[in-house]
C-alpha cells in the first residue's frame, strides 16, 4: 500500500480507539448505576433497572445504532455527528450487558459480609462502598475484560454511517486496490493488537485491585513463658 493509503488506515484506528475509549466509559458508568440498582431494597428501583437491561439485552446493537443515527433525530429535531451517535448506541447496549456483571459480583459477595455492615449500623451507601464494592469490583475485571474486546468488535458497526473508523476505512482501500486479501488481514492483525493490548492492560487491573483482597492477618507474637516459680493460687 502507499503511504497515503496507510494514513487513511491509521487515521481509522485512530476513530476506533476514541469510539471505544468513549463507548467504555459510558459503559461502565451505565453498568454500575443499573448493576446496583438490581439490588436496591425498593421494588421500583430493581423494576425500572431490570426493564432496562432486559431491553437492551434484547435489541440488535447495529439496530440501536439505526434508531440513534437515523430514527429519533427527525423526531426530536435534533443531529447526532456519528461519533456521539455510535458512543451512545454502544455505550448503551453494552451497559445493559455490563449491569448484569455488577449484579452478579455483588451478589457473590458473603451475605455475613452485609450483615456485619448493617451490625455495625452503616447506611446502605456505607455498606455499598465500604463492603461489597471492594470485594466485588475485583471479580468483575475478567467478564469485563471479555466485555471490552466485544465491545472493540462492536465498534466496527458505525461504519453503517459512513464514520470513518478502521473497517470503514479499511474498506474504502480495499476498492481503491481491488485487494480483499491483503487489506482485510492487515485489518484483523490490527484488530487483534489492539484487543491483545487492553487484555493485558485489564490483568494488570485485576492484579492490582486483587493484591491487598484476602490477604492473611499478620500472626501475633507468641506469649513469653511466665517465669519459674511466678505462678500461685487463682
Not at 455495625?120 to 455498606?127: A, D
Request: no cysteine; net charge positive.
Amino acid at each position: 500500500m502507499t503511504s497515503g493509503l496507510w494514513e487513511l488506515v491509521l487515521q481509522g484506528v485512530w476513530v476506533t480507539v476514541q469510539l471505544l475509549f468513549f463507548s467504555a466509559l459510558l459503559a461502565t458508568a451505565v453498568s454500575f448505576v443499573v448493576g446496583v440498582g438490581r439490588t436496591h431494597r425498593l421494588w421500583i428501583v430493581r423494576f425500572l433497572a431490570g426493564f432496562y437491561t432486559e431491553v437492551f439485552r434484547g435489541t440488535s446493537a447495529l439496530v440501536m445504532i439505526f434508531w440513534v443515527f437515523f430514527v429519533l433525530p427527525p423526531a426530536f429535531g435534533w443531529q447526532l455527528v456519528p461519533m456521539w451517535a455510535g458512543m451512545l448506541a454502544l455505550g448503551l447496549t453494552y451497559g445493559a450487558y455490563g449491569s448484569e456483571i455488577v449484579r452478579g459480583a455483588l451478589a457473590a459477595v458473603d451475605p455475613a459480609q452485609k450483615e456485619g455492615g448493617i451490625a455495625l449500623s452503616f447506611t446502605p451507601w456505607q455498606r455499598m462502598k465500604l463492603i461489597l464494592l471492594p470485594q466485588a469490583v475485583p471479580e468483575m475485571i475478567p467478564p469485563f475484560s471479555n466485555l471490552l474486546i466485544e465491545l472493540l468488535k462492536g465498534t466496527a458497526l458505525v461504519s453503517i454511517m459512513g464514520m470513518g473508523d478502521l473497517a470503514f476505512s479499511g474498506n474504502l482501500v480495499r476498492l481503491a486496490l481491488q485487494e480483499s486479501a491483503e487489506i482485510y488481514t492487515y485489518i484483523l492483525l490490527i484488530y487483534f493488537v489492539i484487543a491483545f493490548l487492553l487484555t493485558r492492560v485489564m490483568r494488570g487491573l485485576e492484579k492490582k485491585l486483587k493484591a491487598g483482597v484476602g490477604k492473611a492477618a499478620p500472626k501475633r507474637e507468641a506469649a513469653a513463658p511466665e517465669p519459674a516459680g511466678s505462678g500461685g493460687v487463682r
